[in-house]
């Protein structure tokens, strides 16, 4: 067996004894899920800083209680929380188990399923953050705290990625950062997979509103 890694070029794997397999699996598309809102989502975010108070994959502190560029990234897409009880996971959407704090631009590449973990850190982009083969910080791991991240949902998300970076040419990257001015919609009409996309901001959208009624119903 040869272990040496492979130059980067196009491969045809053969197997006559059949012992790998292709899937026709795709990846669970997700969008960027700082595009939710509503104030329900205070509590999750609270949480994970409490926990965290870095960003675990950069090991970046933060030093006081500004917490510009220092966000909380659900692991698991809460736009896709119909799917949780296909996965069977024992887990809410809003769990801090569900979290991780990372830097904002960590934030995106985790929601483009360009970094993962499982456990060290693989970044699929070209490692220009200098995150690649990094270990999850153990202020989110400690296997002696009970709201330690979910190993299962991480393997979940490296899953994820590994099916949207290693298919033919990848998954598509939806755009997020729209300046001031555009016409989001017709952005995202022009875009990759606009139907879909469609779809997941408006139920983005929908949840964040239902969240901030709810929560002021119980005012």
Known sequence: MN?????EGDYDVFCPRGDIKLTEETCVRRIFSLSRSGR???SFRDSVRSRDGKCVLTGVVNTDDDWAGIEAADIFPVDREGLL???NFNHSINSVQNGLLVSATMHQLFDSYLV???PDITDFGGNKWDVDGRVLDIVCRDPN???RVADELLRWHFCQSVLANMKGAGEPIFEHDFPPGTE????ILIGPLPAERMELELFSRLQGASQE???NETI
Not at 3 to 7: N, P
Request: include cysteine; aromatic fraction near 0%; charge should be negative.
């Open 3 to 7: 272990t040496e890694c492979l130059a």
């Open 40 to 42: 329900g989502n205070d």
């Open 85 to 87: 009880p296909q996965r």
């Open 116 to 118: 993962s973990v499982n």
């Open 145 to 147: 705290n009970p709201i």
């Open 184 to 187: 989001v919609v017709g952005e």
């Open 213 to 215: 009624d709810n929560e």
